[in-house]
C-alpha cells in the first residue's frame, strides 16, 4: 500500500468534512490531520493484525485521543475535531455488500457482512469511550499536581 | 427579591436556553449542552438548579421558588461553527469577562447569522471526499471522476430537498436513489469499472456520523432519552440510503 497518498487523501477526506459539517475556519487543517491520524492507525493495525474490528477500535482511539488534545489546545468542544476524523472509519462497504447480498436474496452472507459493521460500529463507540475515560483521568491527575504545586490540599 | 432582581433572573433565563437551543440546532452532544447550561447558571449565582435537554425541547429550572421554563426545538442541523461560538461565550461568561447583557446581545447575534459555507463550496467538499474515498476504499483510479461528480451531485439533491421539504428519510432517499441510479448508468455505458466501489465513495458524504458520535457519547454518559432518539435518527438515515441503493440494485 501506498502510505503518503492515504495519508494525503484521508487528510483532503477529513478536511472536506469538515467544510460540510462547518467547523470553523480556523480547525479545519487540525480536522484533517485528525482524520489521517485515525485512518493511519486503523490501516497500520489492520496491516500488522489482520482484524478490522481491533483496527477500528484503535484508530477511534486515536481518533478521540487527538481530538481531546485539541479540544483543550483550541478551547472548543471535542465535538468540532473527532466527528471528521471518526467518518473514514464507518463500516460503509460492509454494510452496501450486507445491503446487496439481501436484494440477492442471499441471507446467510448479508447476515455475516451486517454482524460484521455492526461490531465495527461498536468498535467505534468503544474507542471513543475508552479515549475519553483515558484522558479523564490523566487531566484529573494534571489538575491534582497543580493543586499540590500552588498549595491547595484539598481531596 | 427586588424588581431589578427579577429583570435580572429572566434575561439569565434567557440567556441560558437561547445558548441551549442553538447548540442543541448546530448539533452538539446532550451532555456538553447540559454542562454548559449549568455552569452558566452557576456563575449567575443560580446554584441549584436543573435541566433536562432532549433533541427537540429544553426544560431549564432555575430553583424551586420560580417558575420553569421551556424552548422547542424545531429543526436540527449540523454547524460547528455555532457549537465553537456559544462555547466561547459561555466561557467568557463564567470567567466575568462578559456581563449578563454582552453575554445575551452575542448570543442573539450568532443566532441569527449563517455561518455555514456556501451550497457549491459544500458540495465541491462533498464531490472531494467523495473521491477519497473511492481510492481508500480500493476502488481504481479510472473510476475516480465519476465518484467526484456522482457524490457531488447526491449531496446537491439531498441538501436541495432538504430544504424545499424538511422530510430527512425522503432527501436521504432520493438522494441515495440518484447516486445507486447514475452509478449503475455509469457502468452500463462501459465508462465505469467497479459499481460497487463507485457506490460507496459517493455515498460517504451521506452518512450520518455525527449523529453517530453524538448518539454513542450521550448513551456513555447516562442521557438515555436524548442518546436512543439520536441512535434511531441514525439508524433512520442509514435505512434511507440503504434502500435507495437496494431499490437500484434490485433491478
Known amino acids: 500500500m501506498n502510505w503518503p497518498l492515504e495519508a494525503f487523501l484521508s487528510f483532503l477526506a477529513a478536511g472536506a468534512f469538515g467544510v460540510i459539517f462547518n467547523t470553523p475556519r480556523r480547525t479545519l487543517v487540525s480536522c484533517g490531520l485528525v482524520g489521517m491520524s485515525g485512518w493511519l492507525i486503523y490501516r497500520l493495525f489492520f496491516e500488522v493484525f489482520g482484524d478490522s474490528v481491533q483496527a477500528t477500535f484503535a484508530g477511534a482511539f486515536a481518533v478521540a485521543l487527538v481530538a481531546h488534545i485539541l479540544a483543550k489546545k483550541f478551547k472548543m468542544p471535542m465535538i468540532v475535531f473527532s466527528i471528521a476524523g471518526i467518518i473514514p472509519l464507518v463500516p460503509g462497504s460492509r454494510a452496501y455488500n450486507s445491503m446487496r447480498s439481501i436484494v440477492e436474496n442471499n441471507y446467510f452472507e448479508a447476515i455475516s457482512f451486517a454482524a460484521d459493521a455492526l461490531m465495527i460500529s461498536g468498535a467505534i463507540a468503544m474507542g471513543l469511550v475508552f479515549a475519553e ?12 499536581k497543580m493543586q499540590k504545586k500552588i498549595g491547595m490540599t484539598r481531596n | 427579591m427586588t424588581q431589578a432582581g427579577e429583570v435580572r433572573r429572566n434575561l439569565a433565563l434567557d440567556c441560558f436556553l437561547l445558548a441551549g437551543k442553538i447548540m442543541m440546532e448546530s448539533g452538539a452532544e446532550t451532555y456538553r449542552i447540559e454542562d454548559t447550561m449549568i455552569r452558566m447558571a452557576v456563575s449567575q449565582k443560580m446554584m441549584d438548579s436543573h435541566c433536562f435537554v432532549t433533541p427537540s425541547g429544553i426544560m431549564f429550572s432555575p ?3 420560580m417558575t420553569t421554563r421551556f424552548v422547542r426545538i424545531k429543526s436540527r442541523g449540523t454547524d460547528l461553527e455555532r457549537v465553537a461560538l456559544v462555547n466561547a461565550v459561555s466561557r467568557r461568561l463564567v470567567s466575568g469577562e462578559l456581563t449578563l447583557q454582552q453575554a445575551y446581545d452575542e448570543m442573539q447575534i450568532i443566532d441569527q447569522t449563517d455561518y455555514r459555507f456556501s451550497i457549491q463550496i459544500q458540495v465541491l467538499a462533498a464531490a472531494v471526499t467523495s473521491a477519497c474515498f473511492l481510492i481508500l476504499m480500493g476502488g481504481g483510479w479510472e473510476d475516480l471522476p465519476f465518484a467526484f461528480v456522482i457524490g457531488g451531485t ?10 424545499q421539504t424538511r422530510v430527512k428519510f425522503f432527501a436521504e432517499f432520493t438522494g441515495a436513489l440518484a447516486i445507486g441510479s447514475l452509478a449503475s448508468l455509469v457502468i452500463y455505458a462501459g465508462l465505469g469499472q467497479d459499481l460497487d466501489t463507485i457506490i460507496i465513495g459517493s455515498v460517504m458524504p451521506l452518512v ?4 453517530i458520535t453524538n448518539a ?3 448513551l456513555m454518559a447516562g442521557h438515555f432519552v436524548p442518546g436512543l432518539s439520536k441512535g434511531a435518527e441514525a439508524f433512520l438515515t442509514a435505512f434511507a440510503i440503504g434502500a435507495g441503493i437496494a431499490l437500484v440494485l434490485s433491478f
Not at chain 1, 475515560?133 to 491534582?144: G, P, R
Not at chain 2, 450520518?208 to 449523529?211: A, Q, V
Open chain 1, 133 to 144: 475515560v483515558l484522558m479523564q483521568m490523566v487531566f484529573k491527575q494534571q489538575a491534582k
Open chain 2, 63 to 65: 430553583s424551586n421558588e
Open chain 2, 154 to 163: 447526491g449531496f446537491y439533491i439531498v441538501e436541495t430537498i432538504l430544504v
Open chain 2, 208 to 211: 450520518p456520523g455525527l449523529l
Open chain 2, 216 to 218: 454513542v457519547r450521550d
